[in-house]
């Protein structure tokens, strides 16, 4: 079956460094996610993307956050300049788009931890 | 924003009982969700619901979009071992735009 797949599976990174969180979406899906989930709290929804570029982001989407589709096979988060505050699962999530739209399909998840 | 309240936040379950949990909200959702979270791992979508009233099954579990579309339940029948993890509900607001607003989830925990 088909899957959204992340790398890496855990990330390590110094407060100020930038760091890229990379997924490959399921491949006829044209509807891109990315949340996160700080340590025992609910997910959080950060972008969506679609059609190359984003639709819809959150207050927590702010200008240290950019995606990009580099190619047409992975989706990235760059976080341009980590915080502490950072440190969290984050998770890519895909859709495909009509009678499906609503149905994210979630991956593992990058485990982010700056200090 | 929209905001999704889950009960109960935990729950212990014993090998062949039935559980339930519920998802409220004071806003009306257009589509409710209900994913399952096991350590480490992603939400994996369970069963997905469109109208209100709608019942619909995935297996040992069961969910329902409530008539007043502020609500949901998801039941899991016959417990194992298994389903232990953590359920969260997930709706969609059409004029939020298409963003999933997760609830604070259920704990299912084994009984010792």
């Known amino acids: 079956e088909p899957e959204v797949t992340q790398t890496p599976s855990h990330q390590v990174t110094q407060m100020g460094q930038e760091v890229i969180l990379r997924c490959v979406p399921i491949?006829?899906?044209?509807?891109f996610y990315w949340y996160r989930q700080i340590l025992g709290q609910k997910v959080e929804f950060l972008v969506s993307f679609y059609n190359n570029e984003i639709s819809e982001k959150s207050e927590i989407f702010d200008d240290q956050f950019s995606v990009e589709r580099p190619d047409g096979s992975n989706f990235t988060l760059k976080i341009r300049s980590t915080k502490l505050e950072d440190s969290a699962m984050y998770f890519c999530a895909s859709s495909v788009g009509g009678q499906g739209f609503y149905e994210q399909y979630f991956g593992p998840g990058t485990r982010l931890t700056v200090t | 924003g929209q905001q999704l309240n889950q009960s109960p936040q935990s729950m212990f379950i014993q090998e062949g009982e039935d559980v339930s949990m519920n998802c409220t909200s004071s806003s009306i959702f257009n589509t409710w969700l209900w994913y399952k979270q096991e350590p480490g791992e992603g939400p994996v979508l369970l069963i997905a619901?469109?109208?209100?009233?709608e019942l619909t099954s995935n297996g040992r579990l069961t969910a329902q979009f409530g008539i007043t579309r502020k609500d949901s339940f998801l039941n899991i029948s016959a417990s194992i071992p298994s389903d232990v993890g953590i359920y969260f509900c997930a709706g969609y607001v059409k004029a939020a735009g298409n963003k999933l607003t997760f609830g604070g989830g259920t704990r299912v925990l084994v009984k010792p």
């Open positions: 491949s006829n899906h044209l509807y």
């Open positions: 619901l469109y109208k209100a009233g």
